[in-house]
């Protein structure tokens, strides 16, 4: 079965950081681009950042761009996404997301499936 | 910013046809997928490729697609429908995704 855990979520102050984990299993990871994606409470859904699976192509949203850093361990099967300079509006349920298996086009790929999430609140 | 358009709310008697719908300008040069999330829990990609529909996704569930804009309909709703469904996509490079900003079907 495929899955997807994240972990490092919690209470942080404006300024600061965090880095969230998300622990894949069940397929080979090393096959695939992986994505973050965050929701704010009571909000849509917004895309964060994605990575290629061997880390040669990166790409971030504008609101986190220069603060947010995506990185993954093929060896570890796991996924990262390092926040810095963390600001109240970054408060959200942050997902880890595998590219679809066969549900992908040339240039782009739909998310599936998702992890639960973990929450971050940012807030002093 | 690229951005893509939903409806707020789309009500639906059970049985009949819900549409929901959502627009943006490089739709008609990137596929759009469809996702369903409900109350607490991660989404579901209920459509793929704007009209494919993933393993396990009942056959209600369709996409189309026509111009700027991409259509999900759900035929004979459930009551297990109801939930929030946003349309994703990316801009015309293909570097840069973008939700749309969702839509909430609500089974009377």
């Known amino acids: 079965e495929v899955q997807l855990v994240e972990s490092g979520g919690g209470l942080v102050k404006p300024g600061g950081s965090l880095r969230l984990s998300c622990a894949a299993s069940?397929?080979?990871?090393?096959?695939?681009?992986m994505n973050w994606v965050r929701q704010a409470p009571g909000k849509g859904l917004e895309w964060v950042s994605s990575?290629?699976?061997?880390?040669?192509?990166?790409y971030y949203a504008d609101s986190v761009m220069g603060r947010f850093t995506i990185s993954r361990d093929n060896a570890k099967n796991s996924l990262y996404l390092q926040m810095n300079s963390l600001r109240a509006e970054d408060t959200a349920v942050y997902y880890c997301?595998?590219?679809?298996?066969?549900?992908?086009?040339?240039?782009?790929?739909?998310?599936?499936?998702w992890g639960q999430g973990t929450l971050v609140t940012v807030s002093s | 910013s690229y951005e893509l358009t939903q409806p707020p709310s789309v009500s639906v008697s059970p049985g009949q046809t819900a549409r929901v719908t959502c627009s943006g300008d490089?739709?008609?040069?990137?596929?759009a997928y469809w996702y369903q999330q409900k109350p607490g829990q991660a989404p579901v990609l209920v459509i793929y490729?704007?009209?494919e529909r993933p393993s396990g996704i009942p056959e209600r569930f369709s996409g189309s697609s026509s111009g700027t804009t991409v259509t999900l309909t759900i035929s004979g709703v459930q009551a297990e429908d109801e939930a929030d469904y946003y349309c994703?996509?990316?801009?015309?490079?293909?570097?840069?995704?973008?939700f749309g900003t969702g839509t909430k079907v609500t089974v009377l």
């Open positions: 997301a595998r590219d679809g298996d066969g549900y992908c086009s040339s240039s782009s790929c739909p998310f599936d499936p």
């Open positions: 069940g397929f080979t990871f090393i096959s695939y681009g």
């Open positions: 990575i290629s699976s061997s880390s040669s192509y990166i």
């Open positions: 490089a739709l008609p040069k990137q596929y």
């Open positions: 490729k704007d009209s």
């Open positions: 994703q996509s990316a801009d015309s490079s293909g570097s840069y995704y973008v």
